[in-house]
C-alpha cells in the first residue's frame, strides 16, 4: 500500500483492527524489521509499518531526512488515516522520529490534533549524536559515496555483537539485503538527519507515564548508561535486555512477551499534551 506525501509515493504495510500503533524502523531498515512483532500486535490492534523516505520501497526526499522531516510525514500519515489517538514503536533511528513527534505533540497549539497514548523506545535514545559520533557520521557519508556495498555490509554487521555473527549469521545476511534497498541519496540524507538532531532529553522526562525505553544491556550503539539514567531518574518504564542493538533479533519472543505486556496494561490511556 502506498500513500502520497510530498510527491512521493510512501510505502506501508496495515493490518489488525483496533487502537492503532505506527512502527517506526531504524537506519537501514524498513517495515519488513517488525514482521513478527506486527503479526502479534496486528491481533488486538491496527497496526502501520512504513518505509520511511530513503529506505524500502520509499523513495528519498530532498538533501537531509531531519528526525522533524519524518515525525511531520508520520503525523500527516496519522491525519491520512484519521487517527485520533495512536502509539509509537520505535527502533534506533526510528526512536528519534518517535521523540521528535512527541514533542510536536506537546506543543501547546496543538497543531495536529492527535493525541500520543504509548511510546516505546527501542534500543534508542535521547541523547543527541557526540561530537566523535558527528565526525563518524561524516566519514560515513564519504564512505557510501565511494563504496556503497561495502559501507552497508559493515554498518549493519556493526550493529550486531562480535559473539552474535556465527549464530545469527542468516539473520545478519538479511538484514544486509534488506539494507541495500535503501538508495544512496536515502543513506546520505538520514545520515545528516541523525547528526544534527537536538537532544530530546526533557521530551523523554515528559512521557513517563506513557513511555517505555527497552535497552540492550550491551548495546554499543548508542550512549547506554547514559541513556539508563536518564530513564530512572525520570521515572520511565525501563526493560533492559540481554544483548546488544537489535534486541528484535536477538532475543525476539522475549521482546515481544514485552511489548504484548506492556499494550495490555492499564498504562497510559490516551493522555493529551494540551495544557
Known amino acids: 500500500m502506498t500513500f502520497t506525501y ?3 509515493k510512501i510505502h506501508y504495510l ?18 519488513s524489521m517488525w514482521e513478527s512483532i506486527h503479526k502479534e500486535l496486528s491481533k488486538t490492534h491496527r497496526v502501520f509499518a512504513l518505509d520511511l523516505p530513503g529506505h524500502g520501497e520509499t523513495e528519498a526526499i530532498g538533501y537531509i531526512h531531519t528526525m522533524e522531516d519524518y515525525a511531520a510525514l ?8 484519521q487517527l485520533t489517538t495512536f502509539s509509537l514503536i520505535g527502533h534506533s533511528m526510528g526512536g528519534y522520529v518517535a521523540l521528535a513527534i512527541a514533542e510536536i505533540l506537546q506543543n501547546e497549539e496543538q497543531i495536529y490534533g492527535p493525541k500520543l497514548d504509548k511510546l516505546i523506545l527501542l534500543n534508542s535514545s535521547p541523547v543527541p549524536d557526540s561530537k566523535e559520533k558527528q565526525k563518524q557520521r561524516n566519514r560515513a557519508i564519504k564512505m557510501i559515496q565511494k563504496y556503497p556495498d561495502a559501507f552497508i ?4 554487521k556493526h550493529l550486531f555483537l562480535p559473539e552474535d555473527q556465527k549464530r545469527l549469521s542468516s539473520e545478519i545476511n538479511t538484514a544486509v539485503e534488506e539494507a541495500k ?21 526533557e521530551v523523554l522526562k515528559n512521557l513517563s507515564n506513557i513511555g517505555l525505553l527497552i535497552l540492550g544491556e550491551e548495546d554499543s550503539v548508542i550512549n547506554f548508561e547514559k541513556t539508563k539514567n536518564i530513564a530512572e531518574q525520570a521515572n520511565i518504564q525501563l526493560e533492559i535486555l540481554p544483548g546488544g542493538h537489535m534486541s528484535y533479533i536477538e532475543h525476539p519472543e522475549l521482546l515481544s512477551g514485552i511489548i504484548q505486556e506492556f499494550f495490555s496494561g492499564e498504562v497510559g490511556s490516551q493522555i493529551s499534551f494540551s495544557e
Open 6 to 8: 510530498k510527491q512521493t
Open 14 to 31: 496495515a493490518s489488525g483492527q483496533g487502537e492503532a500503533i505506527i512502527l517506526l524502523h531504524g537506519f537501514l531498515e524498513n517495515a
Open 74 to 81: 508520520i503525523l500527516a500519515f496519522a491525519d491520512n488515516k
Open 153 to 156: 555490509s559493515m554498518a549493519v
Open 181 to 201: 534497498k535503501c538508495s544512496q541519496q536515502g543513506i546520505i540524507n538520514t545520515l545528516k538527519g541523525m547528526r544534527d538532531r537536538k537532544d530530546r532529553t
